[in-house]
């Protein structure tokens, strides 16, 4: 079966690029933690954004239609799509109705989630994804295993390879400028011909109906101002009530991702340019079932700057392909068991729960709660082998009797010093690459008896 | 006043030497200290699984067994924080309650509540301390890198009133060792290798002692010590304080 343990032991298998890519993703975090000590009132700018979150969750249903009402007033065009589905239907329609059969598209998690490519790809579009790491992944026929940083897995040879096959670039040259040129080329025709962009969306602003996106690429302004039609794709939660809102999130989404003070471009786009049509996707996709999880809701407020990723010891040595969803790390693993409890239900397991992730969190989402809440939902929904709770069970009877728990210990300690292999064997999954603790003879328990009643 | 001494069921069995020296601190620093016999484990290993409904009769014994203390100490943070933040029981909400206010890790409790300024204790090693996390970012006895907030570790603190002891600063203070209760064997692969990159950055900085507030971290750093034939050692804090 494959899941994060499976996955991630795969991953293991080559120790020295486990090790390249934990120490590339701690060195994000590290950077992200020099720039966040440049700001004294970090701490109050995270309160903050959480607080706008919560406002903007709890009265979601009010500002949406405002935004709507604001957008159409713009000269946008609004959809409302209620799932996956209705999101690729509603873009489909539009590239078929004005005969487009080749797009660009910029980095949107969103249309991740929805599977958007695949599906377009089987109505015979071909999509291009101009930002740089997910054409790269785009290219080997991958998903994107970072938020942020897409290609992230993917070192620099491969790359180089990579483009000698696709782009022609001469073979063994994996110099980052050049590959960069390269790209660059490749997607400029592209930037220039094609008709339709598709883009995501960071934050939508209720007050004014506009939206802003954020790239260190430009890579969106260049499809959406090159084009007659710019759809934008959003979940529903990325609105947030009034424009001046945005200074505390754009102070904390670039710091928070990559250590830079502020993304390299913050588009707002507010009406379609003359003669443009300019259409946007509101997408519910379970976010609306999410929101009636008391539990679970706040963490609607991510804003996908993928610190939680970077800071997680396990995401580091595990990859963003063992958590096997669009958004990987500790807060895919708390959104994905809402989008398909059966198919996610390894995910919340996949942590130490050692609560980096909360404490990074530029919103506040505390993220390692939550993955305890899940797996107490997923248990109790049956999600769960059955051996682990005949083992679960076993442990909390004999834990729960001390005369039982006392002869148990008593023991096991016995055969672990008699007869050592019992435990020391290939099928003990601790043993495989750690010794067994030294059994005393005595417990501290039978010791105090001796000496101190 | 009155301590009960709160044992987690692995030092028990495997680490009693960490029980003794845990009993042995606090009779030295006037503690009159009592331990139930009739106790086994905090529920965590359940719990953390996701069979918290099966861990109700580990905390109907452990409030049998707590509820007539001043206080209740543990040399461990990962079972304190676990009483503290999920103990229920229906039958005596009330002394379930008081206890999850009055539990406290070793460590915390020798600096907040005994106020120790000065220990008598010598330990002339290179010792590194290992942050585990359940004590650092659930009880907060030592600041967290990923907070922009002043530095304090009090384990720290009392380890630097040790004569002899060298404190060791490591290249990332605390990242999880990777121990996570079931996930040591669940996800065993990953398990290992943080493991083993926390023992490395011990190792690349010359410690000889490894030491820190929870033995659970340490068991698995020491059984991947041990694999590799190291001469390295783990304490519990509480073995190094008691070197007097």
Redesign the interface.
């Known amino acids: 079966m494959v899941n994060h343990v499976s996955l991630s032991e795969t991953f293991n298998k080559d120790e020295e690029r486990v090790n390249w890519h934990d120490e590339t993703l701690w060195w994000v975090r590290q950077k992200r933690d020099k720039a966040v000590w440049q700001i004294p009132e970090w701490e109050e700018l995270r309160d903050m954004a959480s607080q706008i979150k919560m406002n903007a969750l709890s009265n979601l249903h009010d500002y949406l239609l405002q935004f709507e009402k604001n957008a159409l007033a713009n000269g946008m065009v609004v959809h409302w799509a209620a799932d996956a589905d209705e999101h690729n239907d509603i873009v489909y329609d539009i590239l078929a109705k004005n005969k487009v059969e080749r797009i660009v598209k910029s980095k949107s998690m969103l249309t991740e989630e929805c599977h958007l490519n695949h599906f377009l790809a089987k109505k015979g579009i071909d999509v291009i994804d101009t930002d740089l790491g997910e054409r790269i992944v785009q290219l080997a026929e991958e998903a994107p295993s970072h938020i942020v940083l897409p290609c992230i897995h993917k070192k620099k040879e491969e790359i180089g390879e990579l483009f000698h096959r696709f782009l022609n670039t001469p073979e063994g040259n994996a110099d980052p400028q050049f590959l960069t040129a390269a790209a660059r080329i490749h997607l400029r025709e592209k930037f220039m011909t094609r008709r339709v962009a598709i883009t995501g969306v960071n934050f939508a602003i209720a007050e004014t109906g506009e939206f802003v996106i954020c790239t260190n690429e430009g890579n969106a302004d260049m499809g959406a101002h090159l084009s007659d039609i710019h759809i934008a794709c959003m979940g529903i939660e990325k609105l947030i009530p009034q424009r001046e809102h945005l200074s505390v999130f754009l102070r904390l989404l670039a710091r928070s991702a990559t250590g830079q003070p502020v993304t390299t471009y913050s588009s707002h786009f507010v009406r379609p340019l003359p003669g443009q049509e300019l259409h946007i996707v509101l997408v519910d996709n379970g976010r609306t079932r999410q929101l009636g999880r008391p539990d679970f809701r706040n963490s609607l407020k991510c804003i996908r700057c993928g610190a939680c990723m970077n800071t997680c010891p396990v995401y580091r040595r595990s990859g963003g392909h063992s958590y096997h969803n669009a958004i990987a790390g500790p807060i895919g693993a708390i959104l994905a068991p809402n989008l398909d409890m059966k198919e996610y239900a390894d995910l919340p397991f996949a942590s130490t729960l050692c609560g980096s992730c909360s404490n990074v969190c530029p919103v506040k989402i505390d993220i390692h709660q939550q993955l305890y809440k899940w797996r107490q939902v997923l248990t109790k929904e049956g999600h769960t082998p059955a051996a682990k709770t005949a083992a679960m069970k076993v442990m909390a009877g004999t834990l729960s009797r001390p005369a039982v728990y006392r002869f148990a210990g008593k023991a096991g300690r016995w055969f672990m010093r008699n007869i050592p292999w019992l435990t020391n064997n290939r099928f003990n999954p601790w043993y495989k690459q750690r010794d067994m603790p030294a059994p005393p003879k005595e417990s501290f328990g039978d010791w105090y008896r001796k000496n101190k009643r | 006043m009155n301590v009960g001494l709160f ?1 987690p ?1 692995y ?6 030497g960490v ?2 020296a845990t ?1 042995q601190l606090l009779e030295k620093f006037g503690c009159r200290v009592t ?1 139930p ?5 905090c ?1 965590q ?11 109700d ?2 905390s ?2 452990f409030v049998k067994n707590f509820s007539s203390f001043d206080y209740i100490v543990c040399p461990s943070g990962s079972c304190t924080l676990h009483i503290k933040d999920h103990l229920n029981d229906d039958a005596s909400a009330a002394n379930a309650g008081n206890i999850r206010k009055r539990i406290y890790e070793l460590s915390e409790f020798m600096t907040d509540i005994l106020k120790v300024e000065k220990l008598s204790a010598c330990f002339p090693f290179k010792v590194g301390l290992h942050q585990s ?2 004590g650092q ?2 009880l907060y006895i030592s600041q ?6 002043e530095p304090f570790s009090k384990p720290g603190r009392l380890l630097q009133m040790v004569d002899g002891l060298e404190l060791v600063s490591l290249g ?1 203070s ?3 060792c ?4 079931t ?13 083993k ?1 926390r023992v490395d950055d011990h190792l690349k900085n010359k410690v000889e002692v490894i030491t820190g507030a929870d033995m659970s971290c340490l ?2 750093m ?3 010590l ?2 590799q034939k190291s001469t390295v050692r783990v304490m519990h804090i509480a073995e190094i304080l008691t070197q007097w």
């Open positions: 044992i069921c030092v028990d069995q495997f680490y009693p029980a003794i009993l331990y016999p009739g106790q086994t484990c529920g290993p359940m719990a953390n699984s996701g069979y918290e409904h099966l861990s009769s580990c109907t014994l996390c359940h970012r659930g967290m890198s990923e907070l922009v907030a990332r605390d990242e999880c990777g121990f996570g209760g996930f040591c064997v669940a996800e065993e692969a990953v398990s290992v290798k943080m493991g990159d068991m698995h020491e059984g991947i041990k694999r």
